[in-house]
């Protein structure tokens, strides 16, 4: 079974940066590699909502909120894909969750991770 880890979220001030990492971890390399990651994001009392994505080509996309602000990555060669989110706001803090989105069967999240934005 297929797990993600993400790690890297914690407390920023305004205007501040955080990286956050996700980790496939039993995910085998023919899967991982070509499947779509995704960074969603869930506030207290919100739907969840679709952050940014990148594909197994590496195309990238985000949510037009975060445009400009938000990168992701992927190093399939450590099954690790990356949000690095800079100039952060207040609105931003959220649970963070990665996933493996395959064009076909499951989905795998992670068990998400907290970013708080001090004001």
């Known amino acids: 079974q297929v797990q993600l880890v993400e790690s890297g979220g914690g407390l920023a001030q305004a205007g501040g940066s955080l990286k956050l990492s996700c980790k496939g971890v039993?995910?085998?390399?023919?899967?991982?590699?070509?499947?779509?990651i995704g960074w969603y994001r869930q506030a207290p009392g919100s739907e969840r909502e679709q952050v940014a994505t990148?594909?197994?080509?590496?195309?990238?996309n985000y949510a037009e909120s975060v445009k400009d602000r938000f990168t992701i990555s992927r190093n399939n060669s450590r099954k690790t894909a990356y949000l690095q989110v800079n100039s952060l706001k207040p609105e931003n803090a959220s649970a963070y969750y990665c996933?493996?989105?395959?064009?076909?069967?499951?989905?795998?999240w992670g068990q998400g991770t907290q970013v708080t934005v001090s004001s």
């Open positions: 039993r995910a085998i390399t023919s899967f991982f590699n070509p499947t779509t």
């Open positions: 990148i594909t197994g080509d590496f195309i990238a």
């Open positions: 996933a493996l989105v395959p064009r076909d069967g499951q989905t795998f």
